[in-house]
């Protein structure tokens, strides 16, 4: 592939990307209740992963890996703590 061409395509991913993430760091901000901000929590896990893939994509270092094998998994221990112990937004 011509190196033009797929530096290119990155770098619409890496627009992709950083739009979506805004898109979900707003849901943070704004999200009416617990859940829709816990669901943009597991949205900004995603996307730096996403970002990391990019990232080793672009520059073919594969050292980044293990940082993002410890991002899912805290994504996945923090959506776990909310599952367990979430009561309902206004609930006493």
């Known amino acids: 592939m011509d190196p033009t061409l ?8 890496a627009v992709l990307l950083a739009t979506g993430f805004f898109i979900v760091f707003w ?7 617990s859940m829709d ?3 943009a929590n597991d949205g900004i896990t995603a996307s730096l992963q996403c970002v990391l893939a ?3 994509c672009w520059t073919l270092d594969t050292t980044v890996v293990n940082v993002m094998i410890v991002i899912a998994l805290l994504g996945f221990i923090a959506s776990l703590s909310v599952a367990r112990f979430r ?3 206004g609930a006493h």
């Not at 797929?6 to 991913?13: E, P, Q, R």
């Not at 849901?27 to 209740?33: A, F």
């Open 87 to 89: 009561k309902r937004d």
């Open 37 to 39: 901000r816990m669901l």
């Open 54 to 56: 990019l990232y080793i």
């Open 27 to 33: 849901r943070i901000v704004v999200g009416p209740n």
């Open 6 to 13: 797929y530096n290119i395509f990155l770098a619409i991913a």
